[in-house]
């Protein structure tokens, strides 16, 4: 089989999740190429060379332009915190590498932007790790509301509440805590978490067209690992907004971390016509489904377990009623990308989807500073 060389740039928590992909997607789906892990990039030589190790890259390097120089690189995967996304994009795109990059795509719509432009005029097949759409759950509701299951839809409503940074001693900046660095992040939890609210949302509703938004830092300074020195805190912690999508439907979206016993709540709900919809990333392999159109005295919330073979990607998992979890959001999007660049194909979402999503949260964080409400750009 043809062989597709990777390099993935970044070994922390999203370099893991997306080393694992490659590793397990070609033993669970039929792909046109199988990917090999070439070269993992890390800043930190040790690091990297135990990464590579555990992994099975056959090296480690510490500059990713070496990468992108690397004749022998199919496709370059950014999983390096936000404020490298442009740069390696860009340059990996004039190499005409393949390249999937990690959420959010830019730190804001203008850098996105410019992201989109190189991959587009390069031609290459790109995506975004906007994992959460590739939850079988999330995916069977994508199904059901196209089929148009659930009428007209009126409302639209997500949450994703986390509660890791309420500690004031917490540092902000460096490895594990660049989230806190504006300079680094572009946002706080408009940027880390919104994002994947308002990506799924787009993608089972269509376009946002504005957008009313609160924001708040509750820790004003903290101390900045990489300085010593106590740094005003210029993220948001919060985020908060009112939006109407190009449909007519209205809709709610929350974003902390400041929820104190959520670890990383991501709910959604949608109400149609004659259906809605609940899904829980804590009990991901649930879709609750309610339909008003069943017999009245037997009607009710369905709490329907997406495990079944009919079910998306479920087929290529184990027998029926097993459940899959978290890091099989990824593997599929690894398997769909190969596909997909099999045909030279991009895979959803796009940079140009990612850069929707960018211009949604430059709407909310404008609307948040000027306390107006904001139609996205
Ligand atoms: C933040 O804590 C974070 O790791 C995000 O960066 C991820 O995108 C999200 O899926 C889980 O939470």
């Known amino acids: 089989m043809k062989k597709l060389n990777v ?11 997306h080393s694992n992909a490659f590793r397990q997607a070609p033993k669970f789906f039929s792909l046109p190429c199988e990917p090999v892990l070439k070269t993992v990039c890390a800043r930190n030589a040790e690091r990297g060379a135990a990464f590579a190790a555990n ?15 690397d004749k022998e690189i ?8 936000n404020d490298t996304h442009c740069e390696i994009a860009v340059a990996a795109a004039k190499a005409g590498k393949m390249v999937m990059c990690e959420k959010p795509l830019g730190r804001n719509a203008a850098e996105a932007r410019t992201m989109v432009d190189a991959v587009e005029a390069a031609g290459v097949p790109n995506s975004v790790w906007y994992n959460y759409r590739r939850i079988p759950a999330v995916t069977l509701a994508k199904q059901l509301i196209d089929e148009g299951r659930l009428g007209r839809i009126f409302h639209y409503r997500a949450k994703f509440l986390q509660d890791w940074t309420i500690s004031a001693d917490l540092p902000q900046g460096g490895e594990g805590l660049w989230r806190l660095d504006v300079a680094v992040a572009g946002s706080g939890v408009t940027g880390d978490l919104l994002a994947h609210c308002i990506d799924t949302a787009m993608w089972l509703n269509g376009g946002i067209e504005e957008v009313s938004a ?11 690992t990489l300085t010593g020195e106590v740094a005003p805190v210029g993220i948001d912690d919060a985020s908060l907004f009112l939006a109407r999508f190009n449909n ?14 959520h670890k990383a709540l991501y709910t959604l709900e949608i109400n149609g016509e004659h259906a809605s919809i609940f899904w829980d990333l804590h009990d991901l392999h649930r879709l609750q489904w309610f339909d008003h159109r069943d017999e009245g005295t037997l009607r009710g919330w369905r709490s329907l377990h997406i495990t079944d073979r009919d079910h998306p990607y479920m087929g290529h998992w184990w027998v029926p009623g097993l459940q899959i979890g978290y890091e ?15 045909e030279g194909k991009s895979a959803q979402p796009t940079f140009r989807d990612g850069l929707a999503t960018d211009l949604v949260t430059d709407a909310v964080l404008a609307s948040a500073k000027n306390r107006t409400w904001e139609k996205v750009g």
């Open 214 to 224: 609160v924001t708040e830092t509750f820790i004003k300074q903290r101390k900045h």
């Open 55 to 69: 992994w099975g890259f056959e090296k480690a390097v510490t500059d990713w332009r070496e990468v992108v120089a």
């Open 74 to 81: 199919d496709l370059i995967d950014i999983a390096s915190p």
């Open 248 to 261: 007519g439907s209205l809709a709610t979206f929350e974003a902390t971390r400041y929820a104190r016993g």
């Open 7 to 17: 390099a993935v740039i970044g070994y922390g928590f999203m370099g893991r999740t």
């Open 328 to 342: 099989h959001s990824f593997i599929h999007q690894a398997a769909d990308f190969l596909i997909a660049a099999g």
